[in-house]
């Protein structure tokens, strides 16, 4: 069973929809876009393998899931440099190109799930760090990602204990009536 998302109007926010259930999610500021490229802010559209989940040990133990899952430390990283020979692959920090600080001092990467976006093979430019996280609140509702599929703490939980291995997230430009 896969995992579909759509925007919703405003672009900033949409749809997650996982076995007959919906959940709002953040998208990127940018909204869903069909060319991808790297600090666009853009969500990319398509379809995604959820890579395996990162967590934070300090602040949470492993939630039950079927994906093979990993504690996150102080010095992982991710390149976000699109030169770099390493560029949207796992880095320790201090990194001597870009790239994003997984332990963060937010809540947002304390459960994380790299999307198999743009790995395989790497396209240079094309975009990284494209990732299923939890989402921060706004005055709004759900803040906008740099280019992320986010939710809520209790509905990622509600997912991870669902999802397995073969589960797809697909990124459609349209919403799913």
Same mark, same amino acid.
């Given at each position: ?21 919906s959940?709002?999610?953040? =998208?990127?500021?940018s909204g869903?876009v069909? /060319?991808?490229r790297?600090?666009? *802010?853009?969500t990319?559209?398509?379809? +995604?393998? #959820? ?11 492993k939630?039950?899931?079927?994906l ?14 699109p030169?770099?020979?390493a ?8 990194y001597?190109a870009s790239a994003e600080?997984?332990w ?6 304390? =459960?994380?799930?790299?999307l198999?976006?743009? /790995?395989?093979?790497v396209?240079? *430019?094309a975009?990284?760090?494209i990732? +299923?996280? #939890?989402a921060k ?17 209790p509905?990622?939980l509600?997912?991870?204990?669902r999802?397995t ?13």
């Amino acid at each position: 069973m896969d995992i579909r998302v759509s925007a919703l109007p405003g672009h900033r926010q949409g749809i997650l929809r996982f076995d007959a259930e919906s959940f709002p999610c953040a =998208l990127g500021r940018s909204g869903i876009v069909t /060319d991808k490229r790297e600090g666009d *802010g853009g969500t990319p559209v398509g379809s +995604f393998a #959820l890579r395996e989940l990162l967590f934070r040990p300090d602040r949470a133990a492993k939630p039950l899931t079927a994906l093979s899952a990993k504690p996150i430390a102080p010095d992982d990283g991710w390149c976000d440099a699109p030169s770099d020979k390493a560029y949207n692959r796992p880095v320790k920090l201090p990194y001597k190109a870009s790239a994003e600080t997984l332990w963060r001092e937010d809540h947002l990467y304390d =459960l994380v799930v790299p999307l198999g976006y743009n /790995d395989d093979p790497v396209r240079h *430019g094309a975009g990284s760090a494209i990732f +299923f996280h #939890l989402a921060k609140e706004d005055g709004s509702g759900l803040a906008a990602t740099e280019g992320c599929v986010a939710l809520r703490l209790p509905d990622m939980l509600h997912i991870l204990a669902r999802v397995t291995p073969e589960t797809r997230m697909i990124v459609e430009l349209a919403s799913a009536a």
